[in-house]
């Protein structure tokens, strides 16, 4: 008899620590759960993500995808999430200038449908414009001393013309350089008294990943392959090159065992520019089999000329 009422109390403690262990465990599912939901849809909202404060106005990443998606052109878009340290510095610079627009008096003007049509200017440029162009109202100086030191400098490229028939052409040159050079002066001092701060973890974790380029030893093999070879010396940087990519791609499949197309980067490869005399890119130099260049071309190249000029060169069809 008290050996059953031991086993059954002993079986009543056995389910109650089970429903215990089972409350804690779902305790800690939903604490778990709550954290995590709060870090995806709290903290890692694109709205609550700060990638800089400028003099503590905070710059976040829904704010810089916004501004990336109102650059047209795609390729452009892919250049600047490859390197977004330079796109976001521009925001940063646009940030400082609505600053400073503010404390003149400046406000945003209200958003009108002319604002929604394409190639008009945003309200924040607007402003900015604006703050510019007061700030910078008085047209500099210039005098007849430079005029005449900038027609003595460049004489020779003024097909003979008299001085006074080209004075106001040089007056307007020296005033826009000095105008811009007022610009770069008072952008500088802008940003040099800014109390920027830039989340470079989180600017790293948007940037995307830059197309592969080819190493020095892609080239060497290459060149004693024995096949004609395309090297396009270039940069992930430039657009014309980064234009010439899909193109060398469909080139590099459709001829595969008789022709190769390489992309070398001049900036990673510098001994190779400087080598092959590369002096502007894209420049796409030819091989021939036995590796020696048989012909070259700055710029970009259609895909019908490049594969002329292989053929033309040894590669078999």
């Given at each position: 008899m008290d050996s059953t009422v031991e086993e059954q109390s002993t079986e009543s403690k056995g389910g109650t620590m089970?429903?215990?262990?089972?409350?804690?465990?779902?305790?800690?599912?939903?604490?778990?759960?709550?954290?995590?939901?709060?870090?995806?849809?709290?903290?890692?909202?694109?709205?609550?993500q700060v990638l800089a404060r400028v003099n503590d106005e905070k710059v976040t990443v829904e704010q810089f995808n916004k501004e990336l998606a109102n650059v047209?052109?795609?390729?452009?878009?892919?250049?600047?999430?490859?390197?977004?340290?330079?796109?976001?510095?521009?925001?940063v610079m646009k940030t400082l200038l609505l600053q400073e627009a503010k404390k003149q008096g400046l406000s945003?003007?209200?958003?009108?449908?002319?604002?929604?049509?394409?190639?008009?200017?945003?309200?924040?440029?607007?402003?900015?414009?604006?703050?510019?162009?007061?700030?910078?109202?008085?047209?500099?100086?210039?005098?007849?001393?430079?005029?005449?030191?900038?027609?003595?400098?460049?004489?020779?490229?003024?097909?003979?013309?008299?001085l006074k028939e080209v004075a106001p052409a040089i007056e307007q040159i020296i005033r826009e350089a000095k105008q811009r050079e007022a610009w770069g002066q008072f952008l500088g001092e802008l940003r040099k008294n800014a109390k920027v701060e830039i989340n470079q973890e989180r600017l790293q974790k948007i940037t995307a990943k830059a197309p592969e380029s080819n190493t020095e030893e892609d080239f060497k093999q290459a060149l004693a392959s024995g096949k004609p070879i395309l090297v396009d010396f270039?940069?992930?940087?430039?657009?014309?090159?980064?234009?010439?990519?899909?193109?060398?791609?469909?080139?590099?499949?459709e001829y595969t065992g008789r022709a190769r197309t390489l992309v070398i980067d001049?900036?990673?490869?510098?001994?190779?520019?400087?080598?092959?005399?590369?002096?502007?890119?894209?420049?796409?130099?030819f091989f021939?089999?036995?590796?020696?260049?048989?012909?070259?071309?700055?710029?970009?190249?259609?895909?019908?000329?490049?594969?002329?000029?292989?053929?033309?060169?040894?590669?078999?069809?």
């Open positions: 089970k429903r215990k262990i089972i409350i804690f465990v779902a305790i800690a599912i939903v604490v778990l759960a709550g954290a995590f939901l709060f870090y995806f849809f709290y903290l890692e909202n694109p709205n609550r047209e052109t795609p390729l452009i878009r892919d250049m600047l999430r490859e390197e977004p340290n330079k796109f976001l510095e521009g925001m945003t003007p209200v958003k009108t449908y002319k604002d929604a049509e394409k190639g008009s200017r945003s309200p924040e440029e607007t402003i900015i414009t604006e703050f510019m162009e007061k700030k910078f109202s008085s047209p500099p100086e210039v005098t007849r001393e430079e005029i005449e030191g900038f027609y003595k400098m460049y004489k020779d490229r003024m097909e003979g013309k008299p270039g940069a992930n940087s430039c657009v014309p090159c980064r234009q010439m990519r899909p193109i060398l791609r469909e080139i590099d499949k001049v900036y990673k490869y510098q001994n190779l520019a400087r080598e092959y005399k590369v002096q502007l890119i894209p420049t796409l130099v021939d089999s036995k590796g020696k260049e048989v012909f070259r071309h700055v710029g970009v190249l259609d895909k019908e000329k490049i594969v002329a000029k292989l053929k033309e060169i040894g590669m078999g069809t």
